[in-house]
């Protein structure tokens, strides 16, 4: 899933969970699905940020480290 829609699509979860939370406020709903729901998008939440973070890492890494860490030569990779 693309970065844009992975967004869009967590932010929709978390209204969804605003909205299960005043549900359960007021008595209109189970805590329990709520708890799964918000368990859920929290894990969800971390492997982004894992995946940022990992991502950052690689952006400091110079190229020619990459390539050595790979075994690959300077042919096997073409900058645009």
Excluded: W
């Excluded at 492997?47 to 690689?58: G, H, N, P």
């Amino acid at each position: 899933m693309a970065a844009g829609n992975r967004r869009l699509a967590l932010s929709a979860r978390v209204d969804a969970l605003v909205a299960g939370a005043t549900a359960v406020y007021v008595g209109a709903s189970d805590s329990g699905v709520l708890s799964d729901d918000v368990d859920g998008l929290v894990t969800e939440l971390e492997s982004l940020r894992q995946a940022l973070e990992v991502t950052d890492k690689i952006g400091q890494v110079p190229l020619s480290t990459l390539q050595a860490s790979k075994g690959l030569g300077h042919s096997a990779v073409t900058c645009r």
